[in-house]
């Protein structure tokens, strides 16, 4: 019996590649003294843990799409005396981010170190369609710290970058006996090509940013915050507040102002959250500020 040969059109859409790497920070810090801490906390160091991100990169790359929500995530990993883990998220971004980060804290909660006394650690794990730029906002924003110092580890950075619809001609050689019609092999000669276009890292196209882009939407952003708040619409206040904190989850006149908001609209979404955000900020500063 012959081989048949049968030529078929596959339009390959390149859905997104995602990217997971820690973010440069501008600060002249050695980078050996900035991941030192996940180097004496964290059983596989900073190597491991940062491999554990990149282990769930594609997932987190479909919770973006899903959720189309941009900014920082932090979440707080509090060890005590016992070894027991303890971990908490202290900002909100998407339901479908916190499930897919869910799945990197459940696969590393093992790995910390019991040194003996309670510690905690915080991790920033910024989230990006194209627009919010974590290393644009750190330089430009006074109450975003310009690097992440102990307790927080090196910022990670997730991005989703879309592609361009190719299509593409292949000839497949159907065997004897193969019984699937020409839209199966299709689809299944298709996923596989899909597959190894986004594992081939040359593929994945550069990201072009325009310089100032997360700044100029952070800032049109407040400018309808103010409005909203001018004109007493506190309804649109709030949804325009939130996205504000998403970009910039340091500022407590903020997180304090959306307090008051929830209070006002008989709203408590983000209540818990902020309430303990706040107190961590305070313990992060408390931190920082000790003397070696």
């Not at 959306?258 to 979404?269: C, F, I, M, Y």
Request: proline share 4%; with cysteine; net charge positive.
């Amino acid at each position: 019996m012959t081989i048949k040969k049968i030529a078929i059109s596959i339009l390959l859409f390149l859905v997104f590649h995602t990217c997971v790497a820690y973010q440069e920070t501008p600060d002249s810090t050695l980078i050996k003294e900035r991941i030192s801490i996940l180097d004496s906390l964290f059983v596989t160091g900073a190597e491991g843990f940062n491999q554990i991100n990149r282990d769930y990169s594609r997932s987190i790359g479909r919770s973006l799409i899903d959720s189309q929500t941009e900014g920082l995530l932090i979440y707080e990993v509090s060890v005590d005396e016992n070894g027991q883990v303890v971990v908490k998220f202290m900002t909100k971004l998407s339901e479908e981010i916190e499930n897919a980060v869910t799945n990197i804290i459940l696969n590393s909660a093992n790995g910390w170190i019991n040194i003996g006394r309670p510690y905690k650690v915080y991790v920033p794990i910024s989230f990006s369609l194209g627009r919010y730029q974590i290393k644009e906002i750190m330089a430009s924003i006074d109450k975003f710290p310009s690097e992440f110092k102990p307790p927080f580890v090196k910022a990670f950075g997730h991005s989703v970058i879309r592609g361009i619809p190719q299509r593409t001609k292949t000839t497949i050689e159907r065997k004897p006996g193969d019984a699937r019609t020409n839209e199966e092999i299709a689809r299944e000669v298709g996923e596989q090509m899909r597959k190894e276009k986004m594992l081939d890292s040359r593929s994945v196209p550069k990201l072009d940013i325009k310089e100032g882009v997360t700044m100029k939407a952070y800032n049109k952003e407040l400018e309808k915050f103010e409005t909203f708040m001018r004109k007493g619409k506190s309804k649109k206040a709030y949804v325009s507040l939130s996205k504000i904190i998403r970009y910039n989850p340091f500022d407590k006149s903020l997180i304090q102002q959306r307090r008051r908001l929830e209070k006002e609209l008989g709203k408590d979404e983000y209540r818990a959250r902020d309430i303990l955000w706040l107190q961590a900020m305070d313990y992060i500063a408390s931190e920082q500020n000790k003397k070696p």
